[in-house]
C-alpha cells in the first residue's frame, strides 16, 4: 500500500523569505502523480502544484516549486518569497497513475506554515 | 462553472441523530470522491462513486455510513446513529472522467455533541 508521509508538524519563516516543505512517500509503481495542496484557515481545499512521476522536469508555478527525486521518493515544497497570505496548512498527496477504479488521492498529515511579519 | 458546492457548510447533531451530507459536482463531472478530515490529521479516502455506481468503498466504515450519487441530484453520504467519533470535516471532490486532477469542494464540519 501507497503512504506518504509528512514529518513536519510545523514550520515557520520569515516574510519574504524562502522556505521548503518536505514529503516522502513509498510506493511499488513506477507511474504516479504527486501534488501539494493548502488548506487555509478557511478550511478550502487549494491545489498548489502537480508533478508527474514520468516527467523529470520539476514543475513550477509561480513562486512555488517542487523538488522531484524519484530514486528517493521525496517531493518537496519550495515556496519564495514567503507572504503573509501563503500561511496555511500544506498537504502533500499522491494518486496512481493506473487507468483502473481506484483514483483516491492518499494524503500526509500535513505541515502547518507560520509566516512570521 | 461553479466549483464543487457541499452543504450544509456546519452541520450538528445529537449522538444517534442521522446526518446527512450533499455534495454537488462541477459541470461535466461523473466522478465524486469523499474525504474524512479529522482533526489535525490529513484526509482519509472514504468513498468513490460516479453516476449511480459505488466503485470503491473501501475507506468507509461498514456500519452506519452510505452514500449514494444518484442519476439527477447531488452526491449524498449519510451517517446514521452518529457517534462522537464521527466529529470531523467532510470532504467532497469531483472530477471529469480520466483526470488526474480532483477539485475540492468548502467542505462540511459535523460536529456531534
Known amino acids: 500500500a501507497q503512504t506518504v508521509t509528512q514529518s513536519q508538524p510545523e514550520m515557520s519563516v520569515q516574510e519574504a523569505e524562502t522556505v521548503t516543505l518536505s514529503c516522502t512517500y513509498d510506493?511499488?509503481?513506477?507511474?504516479?502523480?504527486l501534488f501539494w495542496y493548502k488548506q487555509p484557515p478557511s478550511r478550502q481545499m487549494i491545489l498548489v502544484i502537480r508533478q508527474e512521476a514520468y516527467k523529470q522536469q520539476n514543475a513550477t508555478e509561480n513562486r512555488f516549486s517542487v523538488n522531484f527525486q524519484k530514486a528517493a521518493k521525496s517531493f518537496s515544497l519550495k515556496i519564495s518569497d514567503s507572504q503573509l497570505g501563503d500561511a496555511a496548512m500544506y498537504f502533500c498527496a499522491y494518486r496512481r497513475a493506473l487507468m483502473d477504479s481506484n483514483y483516491q488521492l492518499i494524503w500526509g498529515a500535513g505541515t502547518k506554515l507560520i509566516i512570521k511579519p | 462553472n461553479a466549483g464543487v458546492m457541499q452543504n450544509p457548510r456546519h452541520l450538528v447533531r445529537r449522538r444517534g441523530q442521522e446526518a446527512r451530507l450533499r455534495c454537488s459536482p462541477m459541470?461535466?463531472?461523473?466522478?465524486v470522491y469523499w474525504y474524512r478530515q479529522l482533526p489535525e490529521e490529513g484526509l482519509k479516502f472514504m468513498v468513490y462513486?460516479?453516476?449511480?455506481?459505488?466503485?470503491?468503498e473501501s475507506g468507509m466504515p461498514k456500519e452506519r455510513f452510505s452514500a449514494e450519487f444518484p442519476k439527477e441530484g447531488p452526491s449524498i453520504l449519510r451517517i446514521q446513529q452518529v457517534v462522537r467519533g464521527d466529529s470531523a470535516a467532510y470532504f467532497c471532490?469531483?472530477?471529469?472522467?480520466?483526470?488526474?486532477?480532483?477539485?475540492f469542494g468548502p467542505g462540511t464540519r459535523l460536529t456531534v455533541l
Open positions: 471532490a469531483s472530477s471529469p472522467p480520466n483526470s488526474n486532477e480532483q477539485f
Open positions: 462513486l460516479q453516476k449511480e455506481n459505488i466503485i470503491d
Open positions: 510506493t511499488s509503481e513506477s507511474d504516479y502523480y
Open positions: 459541470k461535466g463531472h461523473s466522478h
